[in-house]
């Protein structure tokens, strides 16, 4: 089945905020508690995911896939919200996939996407933060040239403010 990547639109808040609850529950299973989890609430991501298509910001981007039946993932970049972070530093704030979308390549493809779009941007360097201990993540970065750069926080609200770690890139 063909996937195609396009720039989100406002329309597409309640097909992300599905699929980011979605994946949510496979992907950081075992890694969040259960009641962090069940609290996800779609009604309030998709509330969220309206401000963000809605944004003024000019280095706001979210990219979605779909595949033939609807919304299978999507990708969201910006400016930095690190505060020591150098000028012209770009974030990747998240990417998520359908569950059966993993392993698949469509994840390699939304970040490639993601990197490309914070380059036409005009940023130079990109990070991320990360669950620390979601290896499978981590090692999908790393393939993907992005590195650890030895930052390590717990301010991350939404994974119950259990330790993050911060990867960057080159552009």
């Known amino acids: 089945m ?11 808040a309640a097909a992300i905020a599905k699929v980011h609850v979605a994946s949510w ?13 069940d609290g ?13 298509l809605a944004s003024e910001d ?16 999507f990708a969201s970049v910006g400016a930095t919200r690190d505060d020591e972070a150098p000028a012209g530093t770009g974030e990747l704030f998240a990417i998520y ?3 059966h979308e993993a392993g698949t390549g469509l994840g390699a ?27 499978r993540a981590r090692r999908f970065y790393a393939r993907e040239g992005w590195r650890w750069d030895g930052t390590t926080s717990t301010h991350q609200v939404q994974c119950s403010n259990l330790p993050i770690v911060r990867y960057e890139r080159e552009l």
Do not use: C
């Open 2 to 12: 063909a996937i195609t990547t396009r720039e989100a639109v406002i329309e597409d």
């Open 97 to 99: 996939l359908a569950e």
């Open 58 to 73: 000019p280095h706001d981007r979210v990219i979605v896939a779909e595949g033939r039946n609807g919304l299978v993932g």
């Open 25 to 37: 529950k496979w992907a950081y299973r075992g890694l969040l508690p259960a009641e962090t989890l």
């Open 40 to 52: 996800v609430d779609i009604a309030e991501r998709e509330a969220g995911w309206l401000d963000v």
């Open 109 to 135: 493809s939304l970040l490639a996407r993601s990197t490309e779009a914070l380059r036409d941007e005009g940023f130079g360097r990109a990070t991320l933060w990360v669950l620390e201990t979601n290896e």
